[in-house]
């Protein structure tokens, strides 16, 4: 178990192909306990493999938003398929640990369907709206390389560019360029 670094945009990891989980082993074991020891550690409501670099068609919703309580374990969605559903869509902002700081407002529909393999290798189901929604239809979109920036005209996406650039640096050199101004 181990917080892993987050990936961050523009890095190309990101945009990966992802592979299918066959069966449940130790390896996706330790990574479904990493990924929860670096969400819990960035205070993410959910994160996908590819987040952390691992090409996993794997992602994990924080408990309570998937109607648990305080006490479970993340939800594990392994080989997600996600299935919008209704025609109700809502606009809200978007955060993303692989976009530090940086909220971009998207339309998702209210409601979603998730199939998924769960970490005992089942096959279940969920239906998820609002938030819960939400989160599902952006953790499938890492694992299609879908991000944040394809959300946003080039405008802004070069303004999200050269921020990252800039949290890149500041991080590479211990916080000094932003002491230095």
Same mark, same amino acid.
């Given at each position: 178990?181990?917080?892993?670094?987050?990936?961050?945009?523009?890095?190309?990891?990101?945009?990966?192909?992802?592979?299918?989980?066959?069966?449940?082993?130790?390896?996706?074991?330790?990574?479904?306990?990493? &990924?929860?020891?670096?969400?819990?550690?960035?205070?993410?409501?959910?994160?996908?493999?590819?987040?952390?670099?691992?090409?996993?068609?794997?992602?994990?919703?924080?408990?309570?938003?998937?109607?648990?309580?305080?006490?479970?374990?993340?939800?594990?969605?392994?080989?997600?398929?996600?299935?919008?559903?209704?025609?109700?869509?809502?606009?809200?902002?978007?955060?993303?640990?692989?976009?530090?700081?940086?909220?971009?407002?998207?339309?998702?529909?209210?409601?979603?369907?998730?199939?998924?393999?769960?970490?005992?290798?089942?096959?279940?189901?969920?239906?998820?709206?609002? &938030?819960?929604?939400?989160? &599902?239809?952006?953790?499938?979109?890492?694992?299609?390389?879908?991000?944040?920036?394809?959300?946003?005209?080039?405008?802004?996406?070069?303004?999200?560019?050269?921020?990252?650039?800039? &949290?890149?640096?500041?991080?590479?050199?211990?916080?000094?360029?932003?002491?230095?101004?």
């Amino acid at each position: 178990m181990a917080v892993r670094p987050i990936v961050k945009w523009p890095d190309p990891r990101l945009r990966q192909e992802t592979n299918a989980v066959p069966e449940i082993t130790d390896e996706i074991r330790e990574l479904y306990r990493d &990924l929860c020891d670096t969400m819990f550690a960035d205070n993410g409501l959910g994160i996908a493999a590819i987040q952390i670099g691992h090409p996993t068609k794997m992602f994990l919703i924080e408990a309570t938003l998937a109607g648990g309580s305080q006490d479970d374990p993340p939800l594990a969605f392994i080989n997600p398929e996600i299935e919008l559903v209704g025609d109700v869509l809502e606009t809200a902002d978007e955060g993303c640990l692989s976009f530090p700081g940086i909220y971009v407002p998207i339309e998702r529909s209210y409601k979603a369907r998730a199939r998924a393999m769960n970490m005992a290798g089942e096959i279940f189901e969920v239906e998820g709206e609002g &938030l819960y929604a939400r989160a &599902l239809q952006h953790e499938n979109d890492h694992l299609t390389g879908r991000l944040l920036v394809d959300f946003v005209g080039p405008l802004k996406r070069q303004m999200i560019k050269r921020k990252m650039k800039r &949290l890149v640096a500041e991080q590479e050199t211990g916080g000094d360029e932003a002491a230095r101004g």
